[in-house]
């Protein structure tokens, strides 16, 4: 087994298909068919079924790409710890952000790393804040921006930026006009939430909780895995969220979403930057991480 093996391995795994994974990595499809049949004959499992919806990893497949991964993540870093050795610079950064900080929070920082470190460029992964922390267990990223602070002794992490949730309605929702509802109006009213897993749920569950409150008293009519989509809902007259204040400045100035505040309820969180521990950070991850702290909290460091 060889590197090379395993670039051509995720290729297809990622892809689900023999022919653009030959094609991502410039070889032909037989060969790469080859180089995948060697590897099964290695650790004697089968790691592809071929399907009609395409190559899809099997049971054994999955934990080959978990490893697989890890392993390409550690020669990514020796050969960006190497060229740093050198002098060199720049060099790929793989990082994983929940939603309001993957787009509120790092694209300003963007234009900033560029102008100052030209060399350097960031792959960004988004998803909710538990599916960011697995994937930074897992090495898949090396820094996470995430709305929850990560409760594991493998990681260690540092406050970075607060945010406010605030419950919005439709320019036409029935509360419109008002400045404030009970919390048992709340209760009774259809709530747009996020998915499982979001620093956001996090955030409202815990303030639920100051009040003796739990999220099952509320009315949970859709679960949705964007803000985006959650804004859209709402926009449209049904129902309320509670959504991060970042996310709609534009739609409060303009009046498509009202804000109304719940008495005695304020939900409030941190985003938090997030690491391995005892692992040495790529020169990519250490400037990422400075220009992180700089921007958004300048007594922050790991």
Known sequence: MNLRQLDLFVAV?????????AA?????QSTVSQHIATLEEEVNTRLFDR??????LTPGGKIFLRHARRILVERDQLFQEMAAFNGESGGELRIGASNIPATYLIPP???????????????ML???????????????????????????????????????????????????????????????????????????????????????YKL?????????????????????G?????????SVQQELESGVLLRVAVAGMIVEREFWLARLKGRTPSPAARVFSELLFQTYNPEGTF
């Open 13 to 21: 795994a990622e892809s689900r298909s023999f022919s653009r994974g």
């Open 24 to 28: 991502i990595c410039c070889l032909t």
């Open 51 to 56: 399907t009609r919806q395409g190559a899809l």
């Open 109 to 123: 920082l963007l234009p900033k790393l560029a102008e100052s470190y030209s060399g350097i460029s960031v792959n």
């Open 126 to 212: 988004s998803g909710d804040s538990q599916e960011i922390i697995g994937r930074l267990l897992n090495a898949e990223i090396e820094l996470a921006v995430i709305g929850a602070a990560p409760e594991h002794r493998k990681l260690e992490s540092v406050a970075l930026a607060s945010d406010v949730l605030v419950l919005i309605v439709g320019a036409g929702h029935r509360w419109s006009g008002r400045e404030m509802v009970s919390l048992d109006e709340l209760a009774s009213e259809p709530l747009i939430a996020r998915e499982h897993g979001s620093g956001s749920e996090q955030a409202l569950q815990e303030e639920l909780r100051r009040l003796n």
């Open 216 to 236: 099952d008293s509320l009315q949970i009519a859709a679960r949705l895995g964007s803000n985006e989509a959650v804004r859209q809902v709402v926009a449209g």
């Open 238 to 246: 049904f129902g309320c969220a509670f959504v991060s204040e970042r």
